[in-house]
Each structure stands twice: as structure tokens, then as C-alpha cells.
């Protein structure tokens, strides 16, 4: 059994669906990165690389279901192995991202990530839970 | 400071947008109690219902947020009074419910909930992140 920490930053759950490809994974990590969703010590809200803060990143795929009368489908999300691949790549950008920023080097803040298509249990600590949706 | 707690059972984050009325309550409420979400012993997919389980209700008006270049916008979000009183009745039939039901009152199943529009902290302990969207 391994088991990853991060302490301040992003939690990010990802989910992808059929027909998403390669060039999707850079956006997606810029604007994840970028957006302005975490607070520092100020009060204003700023992108995680400004915080600088940890990220950790745990495949979802449950994200991509449908409720179809009691029952949940996932019709919608990408074959497994197509998601697999997404996410290895979706993890490697993100931490290229992340070494290539000076302020991020300096912290030493770091990536974490589940793996892809097992079970895992994740234990969340929040200052005030902050959920956002966003669709790519 | 006050702390509420549930042992195993669903969490709830609820977000309403404009638009959203009384009627659209026991709808939402209903889906969600009875959608086959959790596990129970024999690793079957039952409603919280069903498992028992308890439940933990969370105002999440952030999951309304759609992201502007880097900044989030929440212009879809209801008002903040009417908001709150849809969220005071979701967690009322919430309540109603579990009550009316013979097995979760039986296994003496909870309902708690996070006050509205007020920042709180919370602590997540998951046997896998099962996290799912349901749009109403």
C-alpha cells in the first residue's frame, strides 16, 4: 500500500470523456494551474503556482456518470485505456509545469497522484470546502 | 464553534441557480437518497436508503462558479435569501425523509448538515472517492 500527501494547495479530480485527446491535456493543466481558486495569506484569491501550493490530482471517473433512473452509467467517459494515457500525460505536464516555475522551485511544493482505475482512499482536510466544476 | 459528524453515509454538496424553486426540493431530495450510491458489505451499489447510511449536507454555492479567463464568476448562483431558504428545505425533507423510512430509523441513520453562506472546515474520510454529478 502507498500513500501520497500533499499539505496546502489543489485538489484536482479528473474525469475524461470519449473523444478527449492529447491536445486537451496542456489546457486543461494551464487553466488548472492558472485559475484563481486558492487564498493566501492575505485573503485574495490566487492561481495554486502563486500561492505556491502542493497539488495532488486523483482520477475520477465516476465524474463522467449519468443517474438513469436509480442507477448511475458511465456511458459518456473515455475507454480505459485511452484514460489511462491521458492521465499519465495529464500528471507529467502538470509537474513539468510546476518545476518550470521559479516561485514553485523555490517552495519546493510538489505533485502527488493516485492511480488510474483502482481504489484508493483519500482523506481531505479543507479550510472551507471550495468545489468547482470546470468543463472542458 | 460547532462541529457536526456522520459516520458512513453520503455527502451532499448542494449548489442552487436562479431559477430554482420549492417544487424542484423533494425531487432533488428523493433522487439523492434513493440513487444507488454506496456500497454496502456484500460491495452491491444501494441507495444511502438502503445501506442505511448517514447523511452530510453541505451549501457549496461555489460549484456554480464558471470560470472567467482566470478569475471565477458565479452569476448563475440563485440570490443569497432564496438560496438559503431552498437550503433550509432541502435539509427539512432530508430529515423527513429518513425519518419516514423504517430501516434508517431502525439503524438510528443521521442527518447533519453545514450552515448556509458561512465558511466552514471540513475533514472527508473516503474508502475511494466515489464523487458524482447530478444536475437537476
Known amino acids: ?29 494551464n487553466m488548472l494551474l492558472n485559475v484563481k481558486l486558492s487564498e493566501n495569506e492575505s485573503g485574495e484569491y490566487v492561481s495554486v503556482l502563486d500561492l505556491p501550493g502542493d ?22 467517459n473515455i475507454e480505459k485505456e485511452k484514460g489511462l494515457e491521458l492521465y499519465s500525460q495529464f500528471v507529467t ?26 481504489r484508493q482512499v483519500l482523506k481531505l482536510d479543507t479550510n472551507g470546502p471550495y468545489t468547482h466544476l470546470i468543463e472542458f
Not at 513539468?96 to 482505475?117: F, P, Q
Request: charged residues 25%; hydrophobic residues 45%.
Open 55 to 76: 497539488v495532488l490530482i486523483i482520477p475520477q471517473a465516476t465524474l463522467g456518470g449519468k443517474a438513469k433512473g436509480r442507477k448511475m452509467q458511465y456511458h459518456a
Open 93 to 118: 505536464v502538470c509537474e513539468k509545469e510546476l518545476a518550470a516555475n521559479a516561485k514553485c522551485m523555490e517552495a519546493g511544493v510538489l505533485v502527488k497522484h493516485g492511480t488510474y482505475g483502482n
Open 1 to 29: 500500500v502507498e500513500w501520497v500527501e500533499i499539505q496546502r494547495g489543489l485538489v484536482i479530480y479528473i474525469c475524461f470523456f470519449k473523444g478527449a485527446d492529447e491536445d486537451l491535456v496542456p489546457k486543461i493543466v
